[in-house]
């Protein structure tokens, strides 16, 4: 647009050019003509000048709403990134829980089920392996022995050595003392339901049939 005034201006110059041959008069008159040149000019850089302030105006108005808009932006993917952080904290911690949840209803059933299975186990060796009479076995004791002695059903001895291996599995031997009647060991050590320690013949643990 500057460029185009600048054109008129040149173009509108030629009349005065020409016009500096007249005398008198027209010189006042083609003065007047100049300085209304030179003003309209003026004004219409004054309006470029408004133009152009107002378009920067505009231009700055604009930055700042992107900026703003970023800065909101960049705020929203910084609030998305803490929440996905801490959803898969509790995704995490959920399925912790919901597995220890899990465990922990095994370990009560399979509880349950050694409850049930000892029960089980120690009606049928009551009926079918029963401790001997008293009278008869303080007669096959030597009378060194102590007759007070009470001994221990086979029941009670597999419930021991069960326990022992459950929980003391690094050392699940269980120490023979006059309690256990000889022939309940034997039976044991001989079906190959226990074992001897390698060292101590006194002392037996539970086969391990689960490894």
């Known amino acids: 647009m ?3 005034m600048v054109i008129n201006f040149l173009c509108l110059g030629k009349p005065l050019n020409r016009g500096a041959k007249f ?9 007047d003509w100049f300085r209304g040149i030179l003003q309209k000019l003026d004004h219409d850089l004054e309006m470029v000048l408004s133009a152009v302030q107002a378009k920067n105006k505009k ?11 970023l800065e909101e932006q960049q705020q929203l993917i910084e609030a998305l990134n803490v929440t996905e952080k801490e959803m898969k904290t509790q995704v995490i911690q959920f399925s912790e829980e919901r597995a220890f949840q899990g465990l922990k209803s095994k370990m009560l059933k399979i ?7 000892l029960s089980a186990l120690g009606e049928f060796l009551e009926e079918h392996f ?13 009378s060194s022995d102590d007759p007070t002695i009470q ?3 086979l029941h009670e001895i597999l419930e021991n050595l069960i326990n022992k291996l459950m929980d003391t599995p690094h050392d699940p031997y269980l120490i023979i003392n006059s309690s256990f009647w000889p022939p309940y060991i034997e ?3 001989r079906y190959g339901i226990a ?13 391990a049939f689960h490894q």
């Open 59 to 69: 231009l700055k108005e604009d930055f700042k709403r992107e900026q703003e808009w």
């Open 23 to 31: 005398v008198g008069a027209q010189k006042t008159e083609s003065g």
């Open 187 to 189: 039976l044991l050590l």
């Open 2 to 4: 500057l460029k185009l």
């Open 151 to 153: 001994l221990v059903t």
């Open 111 to 117: 509880k349950a089920y050694k409850e049930e299975i």
């Open 130 to 142: 029963p401790l001997p009479d008293k009278d008869e076995f303080v007669k096959k004791k030597n």
């Open 195 to 207: 074992l001897r320690h390698p060292e101590d013949p006194n002392r037996i643990r539970l086969e």
